[in-house]
């Protein structure tokens, strides 16, 4: 009867340390494992689509565990001592069961879930299929019970997350080393994109490399040599009175065609200094253009990004 006890204690710490398995796994590295066409990852999703039936496996798992045992702990005290003294059984089971059926597996489990839960998923499908009337008749309880909750809990669901959660997830991701050191940056980076200004980016005019419009196309071939960029602003009459930029390429495949650099000028996007850097970047790739440049309140031309700028607010230098 001692090993029948120890047998149903020991079941019942199963039970408990599953479901604490369960709840504790990390979701992500799940997601990787299933992907990865691990079968007991696939094996604990599809399980973890029918939380309730899981959950509800476990509940009968420890509850039937804990009936059974104190069963026998009782028939073996009044066998042994008398009926005088059953109440031994609840004096001496609870904290047996509270130890070693609830507290201690738990807390192995919830320390160690990602490594457990796995080797235990085909377990856990054997019982829930050993169970199945029971679990199916206390789910079935359960949704009837349930249902004006989740009616009232559906209106307030929505499928997406916000920032802070997304951050939660990441920073949890961060434990398992799930995202590498350098995408957490990346996303880090995505995270901030629309809280910067386009003018902390800017590069300011007086250190832009401009060409006056009159010049001749050989002159730009020159001050792109000379700089080592391809693509160079082009101002009429002050260096300030940006019109729109150049690109050396049009004037190297079509060397001829243009008698000046106004000829084979290119548009830019003219934004307040004080936009978002996402705003100046959502521009950008709708007009799809690649130069924008800054004004001030007074309309003056105080600086130029470059959709490539924008690209490194997020991705660092490319």
């Not at 206390?138 to 019970?145: A, G, K, L, P, Q």
């Not at 959502?282 to 007009?287: A, M, N, S």
């Amino acid at each position: 009867m001692i090993t029948a006890i120890a047998l149903f204690v020991l079941l019942q710490a199963f039970f408990s340390g599953s479901e604490m398995a369960v709840i504790s796994v990390n979701r992500i590295k799940m997601e990787q494992l299933a992907q990865g066409r691990l079968s007991q990852a696939l094996l604990l999703k599809r399980m973890l689509s029918s939380p309730d039936r899981l959950l509800s496996t476990t509940l009968v798992g420890t509850n039937l565990s804990v009936v059974i045992s104190s069963a026998i702990f009782t028939v073996l005290v009044v066998a042994t001592l008398g009926q005088g003294y059953a109440w031994l059984t609840p004096l001496i089971m609870t904290p047996v069961i509270l130890i070693f059926g609830e507290s201690i597996p738990k807390a192995v489990a919830r320390f160690y879930a990602d490594k457990v839960v796995y080797r235990i998923a085909g377990v856990l499908k054997f019982f829930s299929l050993v169970f199945w009337p029971l679990v199916m008749l206390t789910s079935f309880i359960s949704r009837i019970i349930l249902l004006p909750l989740k009616t009232k809990e559906a209106k307030r669901l929505s499928p997406f997350v916000s920032r802070e959660e997304l951050k939660l997830l990441i920073r949890e991701s961060k434990k398992d080393e799930v995202i590498k050191p350098h995408e957490r940056a990346i996303i880090h980076r995505i995270f901030e994109f629309g809280s910067k200004k386009v003018k902390e980016i800017m590069v300011p005019i007086k250190d832009v490399v401009s060409i006056d419009s009159s010049s001749e196309p050989s002159r730009l071939k020159d001050l792109s040599r000379a700089s080592g960029f391809s693509r160079i602003l082009v101002y009429e009459g002050e260096k300030e009175n940006i019109i729109g930029f150049a690109n050396v390429f049009d004037a190297l495949y079509e060397e001829g065609k243009f008698a000046r650099v106004s000829e084979c000028l290119r548009p830019v996007l003219y934004v307040s200094c004080e936009s978002a850097i996402d705003k100046v970047f959502y521009l950008l790739q709708l007009k799809r253009m690649q130069v924008a440049v800054l004004l001030d309140e007074n309309s003056r031309h105080i600086g130029m990004v470059t959709f490539k700028d924008l690209l490194d607010e997020i991705a660092g230098e490319v």
